[in-house]
T-cell receptor, first 115, second 115 residues
Framework: DAGVTQSPTHLIKTRGQQVTLRCSPK?????VSWYQQALGQGPQFIFQ???????QRGNFPDRFSGHQFPNYSSELNVNALLLGDSALYLC??????????????FGSGTQLSVL | AQSVTQLGSHVSVSEGALVLLRCNYS??????LFWYVQYPNQGLQLLLK??????LVKGINGFEAEFKKSETSFHLTKPSAHMSDAAEYFC?????????????FGQGTELSVKP
């Protein structure tokens, strides 16, 4: 059983460009959350998707957007990249049914570098 | 609002010594609390969680943590450190009423284990 898979593992972009990161949740999971982890910091919650809708959002600008597909996979899009967007982007999946954060599984992340 | 403070960004212990990683939280509601471990170039792995049951929580790899409401603390301990314990450790808090909701992470503590 594959866990949470993210692609690509590494990405280099330049300022002003746009980027799309992808996440496939663990089998049986229907909820996907995205986190940004800057170097030397703890992860920060970006948003969460369930039933193809954004359900919760952290303190991130509208440049950060997402999407969830019928198969529960998800994309994170970042427009007009800034140097400060350089970070490890983590995807986490869970099952909504009977859910708390007890059963949150994280992927290995996508390392985004903005030059 | 919820927040987490991890005291000490870096802790160094000798192999076989006690590991103590400190975490204090702030929450307006009785929280759920978590400890995660992150090895280099990997995602987060759940070590243990407190979800309002027993205040002494046992996790994987010999780690345990005690929820102390009066001290708003959730410190992580392990009686005897092993070289393989060297990693980054994150304490996190969530609101149990926010089903499947976001985690608030601390800044992390890097644990080094000396031979």
């Amino acid at each position: 059983d594959a866990g949470v898979t993210q692609s690509p593992t590494h990405l280099i972009k330049t300022r002003g460009q746009q980027v799309t990161l992808r996440c496939s949740p663990k089998s049986g999971h229907d909820t996907v959350s995205w986190y940004q982890q800057a170097l030397g910091q703890g992860p920060q919650f970006i948003f969460q998707y369930y039933e193809e809708e954004e359900r919760q959002r952290g303190n991130f600008p509208d440049r950060f957007s997402g999407h969830q597909f019928p198969n529960y996979s998800s994309e994170l899009n970042v427009n007009a990249l800034l140097l400060g967007d350089s970070a490890l982007y983590l995807c986490a999946s869970s099952s909504r049914q009977g859910s708390t954060n007890e059963k949150l599984f994280f992927g290995s992340g996508t390392q985004l570098s903005v030059l | 609002a919820q927040s987490v403070t991890q005291l000490g960004s870096h802790v160094s212990v000798s192999e076989g010594a006690l590991v103590l990683l400190r975490c204090n939280y702030s929450s307006s509601v009785p929280p759920y609390l978590f400890w995660y471990v992150q090895y280099p170039n990997q995602g987060l792995q759940l070590l243990l969680k407190y979800t309002s049951a027993a205040t002494l929580v046992k996790g994987i790899n010999g780690f345990e943590a005690e929820f102390k409401k009066s001290e708003t603390s959730f410190h992580l301990t392990k009686p005897s450190a092993h070289m393989s314990d060297a990693a980054e450790y994150f304490c996190a808090v969530s609101d149990p009423n926010n089903q499947g909701g976001k985690l608030i992470f601390g800044q992390g503590t890097e644990l080094s284990v000396k031979p």
